[in-house]
């Protein structure tokens, strides 16, 4: 059985996160590297964790998480997709089973935001771990008065948590931003999508999404 050790051990997969990075880095993207997927691989295991899925479930959730942006080596367009033809190959050659290799590709290729639908409980906690990583550490051009609206809100960023709150029932994101930095409405424009992205995942979870942002309820 394909195991979170050894994908997160394996020195090629490694290899292509480093890569997929650097292509974004040259793009203008914000951090992508082997400090993000292990946190969407963390989070992942802390949602289902949390809401008692099974440990297998649980494990796949963390591949996952670790291999969802692999794709962006190819093209960050239709990166998900990319991402899972390629997850495909490297789980089949470290001799992943066909449903476990299935259950980590269909979350793969369903967690961008263009394209994402919560098609299982995995794919559905990759979204929230993946979505809900906002941080000022993410951004990469440290000159700001050059930043762009992406930069400006991620960096804006002070504290961001994510918990399972009120019994299990509610997936809560919540930021302290800097609004001299960036005001909220800032967030709402670029991130609303991937906002409405989470509170269908969460759905698939029996749980409300909600989004606090300073101390205030937004979602």
Same mark, same amino acid.
């Given at each position: 059985?394909?195991?979170f050790?050894?994908v997160?051990?394996?020195?090629?997969i490694?290899?292509y996160?480093?890569?997929?990075?650097?292509?974004?880095?040259?793009?203008?993207?914000?951090?992508?590297?082997l400090?993000?997927?292990?946190?969407v691989?963390?989070?992942a295991r802390?949602?289902?964790?949390?809401?008692s899925?099974?440990e297998?479930?649980?494990e796949?959730?963390?591949? &996952?998480?670790?291999?969802h942006d $692999? #794709? =962006?080596?190819?093209?960050?367009?239709d990166?998900?997709? +990319?991402?899972?033809?390629? !997850?495909f190959r490297?789980l089949?050659?470290?001799?992943?089973?066909?449903e476990?290799? &299935?259950?980590?590709?269909?979350? $793969? #290729? =369903?967690?961008?935001?263009?394209?994402a639908?919560?098609v +299982?409980?995995?794919a559905? !906690?990759?979204?929230?771990?993946?979505?809900?990583d906002?941080?000022?550490?993410?951004?990469?051009n440290?000159?700001l008065?050059?930043?762009?609206?992406?930069?400006?809100?991620?960096?804006a960023?002070?504290?961001?948590?994510?918990?399972?709150a009120?019994?299990n029932?509610?997936?809560?994101?919540?930021?302290?931003?800097?609004?001299?930095?960036?005001?909220?409405m800032?967030?709402?424009e670029?991130?609303?999508?991937?906002?409405?992205?989470?509170?269908?995942a969460a759905?698939?979870?029996n749980?409300e999404f909600e989004?606090?942002?300073?101390?205030?309820?937004i979602l």
């Amino acid at each position: 059985m394909i195991t979170f050790k050894q994908v997160k051990e394996n020195e090629a997969i490694k290899t292509y996160i480093r890569q997929a990075d650097q292509t974004l880095s040259a793009l203008g993207y914000t951090e992508h590297s082997l400090a993000h997927v292990s946190k969407v691989a963390d989070v992942a295991r802390y949602i289902l964790e949390t809401l008692s899925y099974s440990e297998r479930e649980i494990e796949l959730a963390q591949i &996952a998480g670790y291999l969802h942006d $692999i #794709g =962006n080596i190819v093209n960050r367009k239709d990166h998900a997709q +990319s991402g899972a033809v390629m !997850a495909f190959r490297i789980l089949d050659q470290l001799g992943a089973s066909p449903e476990d290799n &299935a259950n980590i590709i269909a979350a $793969i #290729g =369903n967690h961008d935001e263009e394209t994402a639908v919560p098609v +299982s409980a995995i794919a559905a !906690a990759l979204i929230l771990a993946d979505k809900t990583d906002v941080r000022r550490s993410r951004v990469r051009n440290q000159d700001l008065p050059s930043f762009d609206i992406h930069d400006r809100v991620n960096y804006a960023v002070e504290k961001s948590q994510i918990e399972i709150a009120n019994n299990n029932t509610v997936f809560r994101l919540s930021l302290t931003i800097d609004t001299s930095i960036s005001p909220v409405m800032d967030y709402f424009e670029i991130f609303l999508n991937r906002m409405l992205l989470c509170k269908r995942a969460a759905a698939k979870l029996n749980l409300e999404f909600e989004l606090v942002i300073n101390k205030q309820k937004i979602l």
